[in-house]
């Protein structure tokens, strides 16, 4: 498997992992997506900006929902999100099933992002890396709050996606476990066990998110614990490979 | 109820709010508690700080358990976390059924406090207030970033308390949501309603734990919907007029 071409921005999906019996994994969804290649993760994140849209409208107060929204979108999109609903399609779930777990690992990224591109003092930074790489719309403590926000935020979101007779509490609560894990100590000692610098450690953290969206997606399929396992590695493996827009 | 004489440092949990058979509350826990004045805090924290000391041991890579042990236990004690194992009891449950909703409870203020004495260039606070209030034992970038690591670490605690059988699934599922609520936009929302300014925001954020902290306690010792929100109050009052070490 570590061999496997992978090529997400090509979107070959068709043989994420070896398997004995790859036909069972080609839903019919996944193979019009794999013929549309690009348009099949361009439509998932569509999915996945509408139901952001929705979840974080600029309201009253705008002081608090203006910052939220934009720092939401302004982050780019990154592939972990979409790996999540691919996953859940390819072991049999339905594509709505994954979008709310989707959105969650976005806003993740999106606080992350936000809070790698603040200004500190007494950086640890070279000067060229703390150049900001985003646009300062809101100020540092503006942008330090709303990632915080933001972060919870989508625990809230996956948390509040449980049906009313809680038949899917169990898994929401492993895919709870599993974003924690990636956007928690678990990431960062991935990080801190490849490189001990500050750039390698966040940059590796961002990517632990790959392979956490894809078993995410398989939990909430449905999928064997072969079946997550797998395609956790799959997207651990993608994430260190793929050139994310957001991984630079 | 919002008349009634509050005092968290003195401890006076014995009326926390009218109800027609008080008599119902005062289980044997509490009322020792109440005749030991501060011990019964004092021995609410010492468990919390027991469980997390061993959620989050020193050890290997140092290099990220040793910052986040550090910045939990920097943070100053909350009553909010002790607030949620009290209101527990309160409505009939067990001191541990609560030690993990209070050490989560503990593990968002620390995060909070830590990134709220983040050094932020361009810094929208008056030059007294950016003086650093804790020391700065690791550098901006590597608080910014625990703070970041501890706060979804404290949503995997709560999401892995999940009992084999996952008979408190949902219990568990609406705390985290209470959380993430008091911690997230609706935090935000709460003190921007109450005022505009920077501090007082962060601060308010801070307090809605407190409502938040009874509100968990009460759910998880399997207390009526009325006795929730009734809990949940009396933390919100508490938490605005009690002299929070934390809360300056």
Same mark, same amino acid.
């Given at each position: 498997?570590?061999?496997?071409?992978?090529?997400?921005? @090509?979107?070959?999906? %068709?043989?994420?992992?070896?398997?004995?019996? &790859? %036909?069972?994994?080609?839903?019919?969804?996944?193979?019009?997506?794999?013929?549309?290649?690009?348009?099949?993760?361009?439509?998932?994140?569509?999915?996945?900006?509408?139901?952001?849209?929705?979840?974080?409208?600029?309201?009253? &107060?705008? %002081?608090?929902?203006?910052?939220?929204?934009?720092?939401?979108?302004?982050?780019?999109?990154?592939?972990? %999100?979409?790996?999540?609903?691919?996953?859940?399609?390819?072991?049999?779930?339905?594509?709505?099933?994954?979008?709310?777990?989707?959105?969650?690992?976005?806003?993740?990224?999106?606080?992350?992002?936000?809070?790698?591109?603040?200004?500190?003092?007494?950086?640890?930074?070279?000067?060229?890396?703390?150049?900001?790489?985003?646009?300062?719309?809101?100020?540092?403590?503006?942008?330090?709050?709303?990632?915080?926000?933001?972060?919870?935020?989508?625990?809230?979101?996956?948390?509040?996606?449980?049906? &009313?007779?809680?038949?899917?509490?169990?898994?929401?609560?492993?895919?709870?476990?599993?974003?924690?894990?990636?956007?928690?100590?678990?990431?960062?000692?991935?990080?801190?066990?490849?490189?001990?610098?500050?750039?390698?450690?966040?940059?590796?953290? =961002? =990517?632990?998110?790959?392979?956490? @969206?894809?078993?995410?997606?398989?939990?909430?399929?449905?999928?064997?614990?072969?079946?997550?396992?797998?395609? =956790? =590695?799959?997207?651990?493996?993608?994430?260190?490979?793929?050139?994310?827009?957001?991984?630079?």
């Amino acid at each position: 498997m570590a061999g496997a071409r992978l090529s997400l921005t @090509g979107t070959n999906l %068709s043989r994420p992992f070896t398997s004995p019996t &790859p %036909s069972a994994y080609l839903r019919p969804t996944i193979i019009s997506g794999v013929a549309q290649n690009l348009s099949y993760w361009d439509s998932i994140h569509s999915d996945i900006d509408s139901h952001l849209k929705k979840a974080i409208p600029i309201r009253e &107060p705008i %002081s608090v929902f203006e910052p939220m929204h934009h720092l939401t979108f302004a982050a780019p999109k990154t592939t972990a %999100s979409a790996l999540c609903v691919a996953a859940c399609e390819l072991v049999g779930g339905n594509h709505e099933d994954a979008i709310v777990a989707a959105s969650a690992i976005h806003l993740m990224h999106a606080a992350i992002y936000t809070h790698d591109h603040l200004m500190l003092t007494n950086s640890l930074q070279s000067d060229s890396e703390t150049e900001p790489k985003i646009s300062h719309k809101f100020g540092p403590n503006v942008e330090l709050l709303t990632g915080d926000g933001i972060l919870p935020f989508g625990f809230e979101l996956l948390a509040g996606s449980m049906d &009313p007779a809680g038949d899917n509490s169990d898994d929401i609560l492993k895919v709870i476990i599993e974003i924690t894990r990636a956007v928690g100590s678990q990431g960062m000692v991935t990080g801190q066990d490849s490189d001990g610098e500050f750039d390698q450690l966040i940059g590796q953290t =961002r =990517r632990c998110l790959h392979g956490c @969206g894809a078993a995410c997606g398989a939990i909430l399929g449905g999928g064997s614990h072969d079946e997550i396992e797998k395609l =956790r =590695r799959y997207g651990s493996i993608a994430g260190n490979g793929v050139k994310d827009e957001s991984l630079e």
